[in-house]
């Protein structure tokens, strides 16, 4: 069945620095991909999400590109700051029959320090 | 803001008591979700539903039940707490289902002691 793996954390980083933060999946047909963030204390929050095969999704600096061909979703920000530390979930939607639900992975933490 | 709320946001209960978390939401929208979220496993989909009256099971659903009488709740029951149950619940809702964004309400968080 369709599947999530993302690096586990913690990621601990220094403000400006690149971010990459790993995320593989496996699947039947043609999921769409997500990624999730989550402040501490709040409910998850739609960062960006890709629909197809080469998309690239964008958001508040933060981008991922679907790449069918390594699996691979991989989420990216060129310099994190302090206000980026956060909880980051990769998510695909189930295919098949099922009423849009999505399986995430299990979430990597980032720490970014001054 | 999909306007989700939760209800109770922190609850404290004994093993083997009955517990009703309750979500609401303003905007009629077909698709709710719940999820619990565990350290060391994400989430995982407790139970769904596609409409009024129409519910189905997600990859953890023993111990859990639902309702959905009006669009706008998705009440979420654990018939006898057990202290396994302890964990941060979270409602979600999605306007089409299939592959659309879900959206997240602020979390409910439940021990059990």
């Known amino acids: 069945g369709n599947s999530v793996t993302q690096m586990e954390g913690p990621v601990t980083l220094s403000e400006e620095a690149f971010l990459t933060i790993n995320c593989t999946y496996t699947a039947t047909g043609y999921p769409s991909l997500f990624w999730y963030v989550q402040y501490p204390g709040e409910g998850l929050q739609l960062l960006l999400k890709?629909?197809?095969?080469?998309d690239k999704g964008s958001n508040k600096g933060f981008e991922a590109t679907y790449r069918k061909e390594t699996t691979s979703f991989h989420l990216e920000k060129g310099s994190v700051q302090v206000s980026d530390s956060a909880v980051y979930f990769c998510a695909l939607s189930r295919d098949g029959g099922s009423q849009g639900n999505l399986i995430f992975g299990k979430g990597t933490k980032l720490s970014v320090k001054p | 803001d999909a306007g989700i709320t939760q209800s109770p946001r922190h609850k404290v209960t004994e093993t083997g008591t009955p517990v009703t978390l309750r979500c609401h939401q303003t905007e009629n929208h077909r698709y709710m979700y719940w999820y619990r979220q565990d350290p060391g496993h994400g989430l995982r989909l407790i139970h769904y539903s596609y409409g009024v009256k129409d519910t189905d099971k997600g990859e953890v659903s023993d111990g859990y039940s639902v309702s959905r009488s009006k669009t706008e709740d998705f009440l979420l029951t654990l018939e006898s707490a057990t202290s396994s149950q302890t964990s941060v619940y979270f409602c979600?809702?999605?306007?089409?289902?299939?592959?659309?964004?879900?959206?997240f309400g602020p979390g409910t968080r439940l021990t059990v002691l």
């Open positions: 890709a629909t197809k095969a080469d």
């Open positions: 979600a809702i999605s306007v089409s289902g299939r592959s659309d964004t879900q959206y």
